[in-house]
């Protein structure tokens, strides 16, 4: 039986003020050719300057990856010749990679595994090459963009392992604040190294480039797999080469042979001095890591949200980032988080926006939810008034005013209300009692509708089957 033995090269974008080894601005958002100077252009005399919060960013990265750390570490020129690399050469670590010997664990069908990370490493990025009408042009913009690129063992055997570990390793740089990690705007770059065996022995390995989606890894590896497959079991060879995801034909596709190994003739960093790093700068970045996912699943579980809720929270950084600033007891936070992953979410969604770019307020949440599980209003009241305050930040309490919102509390109020409903409705009295469970529905539905869901509806039920069993 063959088996698929995978690896998983990763780049992330860092998202730092200035690039790695000059002062120019690192923004995506720039319009193009603009956040470049001479050190970016190559221009023959300038000298490289390391940006101390890439290594920071770095150790952060290593201590959230399980990695052993250097304490002494230098940097390496790469030399190759591409379009793309203004100075033919990229600063890189060759030697002293800032990372070694992690792991990330992931859970596949129940069970934990350790995905275990070979290295992890800093260097700079290329321009930008943008074809269009048969011509190329180059974006200078991130030539110099500090990249972190990690680097897996080859101990991955399914593509959905491989998937797994992305997503989660794409949640942790997320949290730890260092990256966008968006992989539609290349901040986050995937690669894949496939290969198939019948023993222990790795085979023939080919290269998976343009991975532009986490959902495409698992389609781009099953798709290399099925290609190995079929090839060694016609008795064919498989011949090392790179290929590339094709997200229109959904499939890899052949761009070049590997037929000799690339000789990059690699070197110290002649114009870089050593870089070292203490016990001491370590302990505290140590010290100061933001809360991770494994973390906050745990804390969410020990409050009581539901799996789906906590997984939804997790995915959507910025509402998570709202529910921890919540000073609630845990059964008002349940509600809260009700409130977030439902009608919060869904306005974000509708409006494409980010909750940090709506008018929301931690203390006015609070105080929403507060009166939504003491029953001062309703929940069609509080989807209602949720839009408003997304909208205009406007008090909660102005806006049940403004509204006329007042939630009937008073069981011989709602009584009264119920009698006349169903001295209304006499038709549907009598099919209930016939057992049409329809009619149920039905009387619920007119007495909403009597007072504009200004009722509890799990309230109104029980009235309601109270007086219907008279």
């Known amino acids: ?195 198939l065996s019948d023993n222990d022995t790795l085979g023939t390995k080919t290269e998976i480039k343009n991975i532009g989606s986490i959902s495409h890894v698992a389609i781009a590896i099953e798709k290399e797999i099925k290609r190995q497959e079929e090839i060694l079991n016609s008795g064919g060879k498989i011949v090392e080469e790179t290929r590339r995801f094709d997200d229109k034909k959904m499939d890899t596709v052949r761009m070049r042979i590997k037929e000799t190994g690339n000789d990059y003739r690699y070197f110290p960093e002649p114009d870089l001095p050593y870089v070292t790093v203490s016990e001491k700068e370590i302990l505290e970045i140590k010290n100061n890591l933001p809360i991770l996912p494994d973390e906050l699943r745990v804390k969410f579980q020990n409050i009581g949200l539901n799996e789906n809720n906590i997984k939804t929270i997790i995915a959507n950084i910025d509402i998570c980032h709202f529910f921890l600033k919540l000073k609630l007891d845990n059964n008002l936070l349940i509600t809260a988080c009700n409130l977030l992953t439902g009608d919060v979410l869904a306005y974000l969604n509708k409006n494409n926006l980010t909750l940090d770019k709506t008018k929301i307020e931690v203390s006015n949440f609070e105080k929403l939810v507060k009166l939504l599980v003491n029953k001062e209003i309703s929940n069609r009241q509080a989807k209602e008034i949720i839009t408003i305050m997304l909208d205009t930040g406007d008090d909660v309490k102005k806006i049940i005013k403004d509204k006329g ?66």
């Open 1 to 195: 039986m063959l088996t698929p033995t995978i690896g998983i090269e990763v780049h992330i974008e860092l998202k730092s003020k200035a690039k790695v080894f000059s002062t120019g601005r690192n923004d995506f958002q720039s319009l193009p050719n603009t956040n470049v100077n001479i050190l970016d252009l190559a221009y023959p005399g300038v000298l490289p300057k390391l940006n101390k919060e890439i290594i920071n960013m770095g150790i952060k990265t290593c201590l959230a990856l399980n990695c052993n750390i250097s304490k002494t570490m230098y940097f390496d020129r790469k030399n190759y010749f591409y379009p793309d690399l203004p100075k033919g050469y990229q600063i890189t670590q060759k030697n002293t990679p800032i990372g070694t010997n992690g792991y990330l664990e992931i859970e596949v069908d129940g069970k934990n595994k350790k995905v275990e990370i070979e290295e992890l490493h800093i260097e700079e990025d290329t321009c930008k090459s943008i074809h269009k009408d048969k011509k190329t042009y180059l974006n200078y913009n991130r030539a110099g963009v500090p990249l972190i690129e990690i680097v897996t063992k080859p101990c991955i055997h399914s593509s959905k392992e491989a998937k797994l570990y992305v997503e989660k390793l794409r949640e942790t740089l997320l949290y730890l604040g260092i990256s966008d990690v968006k992989i539609e705007e290349g901040s986050m770059r995937c690669d894949a190294n496939v290969s």
């Open 405 to 470: 919102f007042s939630n009937v509390t008073d069981d011989k109020v709602i009584k009264e209300i119920i009698n006349k409903i169903l001295n209304e409705n006499q038709e549907s009295v009598n099919d209930y009692k016939n057992g049409k469970d329809r009619a149920l529905k039905y009387l619920m539905g007119q007495i909403m509708k009597e007072t504009k869901g200004s009722l509890d509806p799990s309230l109104v039920q029980k009235l309601l089957l109270e007086s219907l069993s008279l």
